[in-house]
């Protein structure tokens, strides 16, 4: 009987051990601790008051404290792998990288000759910490030793620490030119329902000519699995209130205007569990920093890992490498349906040009203007003559109109038959507004493409020192304003009598100098290109219009 029990015993032991390793219990929905992580980060700010102060030691290569596992003082190490693009710095305190710097890339104005350096003083890019239920070790306050390897030589770097009876491993690796990296790790002894913290600190520094355009960019951005990437700007986040993205996340990323720090889920299918956005502390209104929270889920061995992109906002780059991080910058915010494909084609076919042709993106842009309005001449071209008809049939369709104004279906048969005398047809007047159109979405898509467009970042033309800043001297906002009304004058020479239209020739040309005036000067360079290369068309146009206007008179 004894032996029975003990065997039965022993039979269920092997079933339990093994129904555990075949059918494992799910881990805990990481969406579940979102709202007790935003209340962990508005909790915080004793808490990120201290790590600021801990790295700030580490900036300068002092000596830091690391609470909870030793009184002690600790030599805080810093660290750099040289990659061809980048050099990386990092700290032994935390694991954590300190700073990026760009090698083929100078901060604006170019005078100052410093290279760019994506990270702010005495500040990580990144620091982690380890949420295991209610309780957060902060990992960033913990000394890590050294992998004794050649690291620079490998373009890699490991640190391993003993912290709480949890051993840590945090690993980074670079590819090829250093502007991706490779960061996986494990954490031992920790439950499946234990999580990683991944803190994104204050955002990008400034670091173009003009700082306010920079700070405008300043942005959060997260991309969930199964919909489009969307942005959250530091001014529009809650230092009380944070930003919680519930969806599963496939990348999490930092902006400025023409730089990227972006912490991308790996590997494809593995998403982050959430992630919460929070104003910087004591942030006037116009708010320069702001910190983000990633969960990252943890395997069952307690591993980890993703990839980091620290590097230029060089669209063909990212989108190479396939994760849609080149809509890192959503453009047209409810027009974006519209407006994204525009801009995606347009970067696209700049690109091109320049690539083909080997020519300064000052030519490129006034080859694709003309292009532009050459493609469009036969629109143009039909749409103007429908508007020579329309000119001719006037006096007749008022007469209609005037006849049979209490009619409205006597009117309206009356219209379509004088259309159908004369080759036309009731749309022919919508019709000719449709060349106007076409050319709009495409001055919206530069419009989106200039704000970020990094090809175009300190390029010279002409008199024009950068093409995506102002014209310093405002030569191309006045050519443009002139060549508007010019084509305006053109038009109206041999157009009958039209006060309204008359006032527009004045009015319109001065409002959009207004609006362009400060714009990026390649964007007017493309727009004043087009007014030019329209005005042959327009004149040839007139000249008709005029012929049709003489003949009655002397017949």
């Known amino acids: 009987m004894e032996k029975r029990l003990l065997l039965a015993l022993a039979l269920a032991a092997v079933v339990i051990l093994v129904s555990q390793k075949l059918f494992p219990a799910p881990p805990v929905p990481i969406k579940a601790t979102a709202d007790s992580i935003a209340a962990a980060v508005k909790a915080d700010s004793t808490a990120r008051h201290a790590v600021d102060s801990t790295t700030s030691s580490t900036a300068a290569r002092s000596v830091a404290i690391a609470p909870g596992v030793d009184s002690t003082p600790l030599k805080v ?42 990270g702010r003083p005495h500040v990580p890019l990144l620091s982690y910490a380890l949420l295991k239920g209610r309780d957060t070790l902060h990992l960033d306050q913990v000394k890590f030793a050294v992998d004794s390897t050649p690291a620079a030589a490998k373009r890699s770097l490991s640190f391993s620490a003993d912290v709480q009876n949890t051993h840590v491993v945090i690993a980074y690796s670079f590819d090829a030119d250093g502007y991706l990296g490779r960061v996986h790790g494990s954490i ?16 990008l520094p400034f670091v173009e000519a003009d700082s306010a355009d920079d700070l405008h960019s300043l942005a959060y951005v997260a991309k969930p699995l199964h919909e489009d990437a969307h942005s959250v700007a530091f001014a529009k986040l ?11 996340l496939a990348w999490v990323a930092s902006k400025n205007k023409y730089f990227l720090l972006a912490v991308i889920a790996t590997p494809p299918g593995k ?19 702001a910190e983000a929270l990633i969960l990252q889920p943890l395997t069952q061995s307690g591993e980890f890992a993703f990839d980091m992109y620290t590097g230029p906002q060089e669209w063909r780059r990212l989108h190479e490498m396939g994760r849609d991080l080149e809509h890192v910058n959503p453009y047209g915010s409810f027009l974006r349906p519209v407006v ?61 109109q005037k006849k049979y104004k209490s009619n409205p279906e006597k009117l309206q048969s009356e219209m379509t038959k004088l259309y159908r005398d004369h080759d036309m047809s009731p749309f022919t007047p919508i019709a000719g507004c449709l060349p106007m159109l076409i050319p709009m979405p495409v001055l919206f898509a530069l419009y989106f493409v200039f704000q970020n467009t990094i090809e175009f970042r300190g390029v010279s033309f002409l008199w024009l020192p950068d093409l995506s800043q102002r014209d310093p001297l405002f030569i191309l906002p006045a050519v443009m304003g ?14 009958p009598p039209n006060p309204q239209a008359k006032t527009m020739a004045y009015v319109f040309p001065v409002m959009m100098v207004v609006f362009f005036w400060r714009l990026a000067s390649g964007l007017n360079l493309y727009y004043a290109v ?26």
């Open 77 to 118: 190490d810093t660290l750099s792998v040289l990659t061809p693009k980048a050099t990386y710095h990092f700290t032994s305190l935390g694991a954590a990288p300190l700073d990026v710097v760009l090698n083929d890339y100078h901060a604006l104005p170019k005078a100052t000759n410093k290279k760019v350096v994506l």
């Open 188 to 203: 031992k002894g920790v439950d499946s329902t234990d999580v990683l913290l991944i803190r994104m600190h204050r955002g």
């Open 238 to 248: 809650d230092s009380l209130q944070p930003n919680v993205e519930r969806d599963s």
């Open 271 to 289: 998403p982050f569990g959430a992630a919460v956005f929070t104003r910087g502390l004591h942030e006037p209104k116009a708010v320069s920093s």
């Open 340 to 400: 994204q494909p525009f801009a995606t084609m347009v970067m696209q076919v700049v690109l091109w040009i320049h690539d083909r042709l080997k020519i300064n993106y000052g030519w490129v842009l006034i080859i694709f203007g003309i292009t532009i309005r050459l493609l469009l001449w036969p629109l143009n071209q039909g749409a103007m003559r429908n508007s020579l008809k329309l000119q001719r049939i006037q006096p007749q369709l008022q007469e209609i």
């Open 482 to 495: 002139i060549s508007m009304y010019v084509l305006s004058w053109i038009s109206l020479r041999s157009s």
């Open 530 to 555: 087009q007014n030019l290369a329209t005005l042959p068309q327009q004149w040839l146009i007139a000249r008709e219009r005029a012929k049709l206007t003489v003949t009655p008179t002397s017949g």
